[in-house]
T-cell receptor, first 118, second 113 residues
Framework: AQKVTQAQTEISVVEKEDVTLDCVYE???????LFWYKQPPSGELVFLIR??????QNEISGRYSWNFQKSTSSFNFTITASQVVDSAVYFC???????????????FGEGTQLTVNP | DGGITQSPKYLFRKEGQNVTLSCEQN?????MYWYRQDPGQGLRLIYY???????QKGDIAEGYSVSREKKESFPLTVTSAQKNPTAFYLC????????????FGPGTRLTVL
C-alpha cells in the first residue's frame, strides 16, 4: 500500500525566512509520480509540481525548490525568503503509474500548515 | 475561462436527507474525481471516473453515489447512509486516466445539521 507522511503538522516562520516542508513516501511501484499542492484559506488545491520516479533532478521555480531523493524516499519542498502570501496548507501526494487503462489515484499526506508572520 | 466549478460553495442539509454536489469542467478532461477532506487531514478518494458512463469506487465510497452521463459533469450524491457527511468535498479532473496531474475545483463545504 502507498503511504505519504508529512511529519510537520504546523510550521510558523517570520517573513523572509527560508522554510523546508518534509515529505516521505512509501510505495512498491517502480514507476510513480510525486506532487506538491498548495491549499490557501479559500480551499482550492493549487498544483505546484509533479515529479516522476526516474527524474531525480532538483527543480527550482522562483522562490520554490524541490529536492527529490529516491534513496531516502523523500521529496522535500523549500520556500526561500518566505512571504505572508505563502501561508497555506501544503500537501505532498503520490500517484501510482496506472497506465492508460486505470485511474491515476493520488495518495495524500495529511498536510503541513505553514504560517508566515510579517 | 477554462476550469472546474463546484456549486454551491456552502451547503446545509438536515440529517437523513440526500444531497447532490455539482462538479463541472470545461477543460475537455476525460477523468474526474471526488475527494473528501476532514479538518486537519489529507484528502481521501471517494469515486473516480475515467470515461463517460464508467466510474470506480475509491477508498471511502460507502454512503456516496455518482454518475457520469456527460464528459463535463460528475455529480456526487451524499446519501443518508453516509454516517458522518459533514466535510469539505473537492472535485478534480485530469486529461486522461494515464495522465496523472489532477486539477481541483474550489470545493463545497457540506454541513449536516
Amino acid at each position: 500500500a502507498q503511504k505519504v507522511t508529512q511529519a510537520q503538522t504546523e510550521i510558523s516562520v517570520v517573513e523572509k525566512e527560508d522554510v523546508t516542508l518534509d515529505c516521505v513516501y512509501e510505495t512498491r511501484d517502480t514507476t510513480y509520480y510525486l506532487f506538491w499542492y498548495k491549499q490557501p484559506p479559500s480551499g482550492e488545491l493549487v498544483f505546484l509540481i509533479r515529479r516522476n520516479s526516474f527524474d531525480e533532478q532538483n527543480e527550482i521555480s522562483g522562490r520554490y525548490s524541490w529536492n527529490f531523493q529516491k534513496s531516502t524516499s523523500s521529496f522535500n519542498f523549500t520556500i526561500t525568503a518566505s512571504q505572508v502570501v505563502d501561508s497555506a496548507v501544503y500537501f505532498c501526494a503520490l500517484s501510482e503509474n496506472g497506465g492508460e487503462t486505470s485511474g491515476s489515484r493520488l495518495t495524500f499526506g495529511e498536510g503541513t500548515q505553514l504560517t508566515v508572520n510579517p | 475561462d477554462g476550469g472546474i466549478t463546484q456549486s454551491p460553495k456552502y451547503l446545509f442539509r438536515k440529517e437523513g436527507q440526500n444531497v447532490t454536489l455539482s462538479c463541472e469542467q470545461n477543460l475537455n478532461h476525460d477523468a474526474m474525481y471526488w475527494y473528501r477532506q476532514d479538518p486537519g487531514q489529507g484528502l481521501r478518494l471517494i469515486y473516480y471516473s475515467q470515461i463517460v458512463n464508467d466510474f470506480q469506487k475509491g477508498d471511502i465510497a460507502e454512503g456516496y453515489s455518482v454518475s457520469r452521463e456527460k464528459k463535463e459533469s460528475f455529480p456526487l450524491t451524499v446519501t443518508s447512509a453516509q454516517k458522518n457527511p459533514t466535510a469539505f468535498y473537492l472535485c478534480a479532473s485530469s486529461i486522461g486516466a494515464g495522465t496523472v496531474t489532477q486539477y481541483f475545483g474550489p470545493g463545497t463545504r457540506l454541513t449536516v445539521l
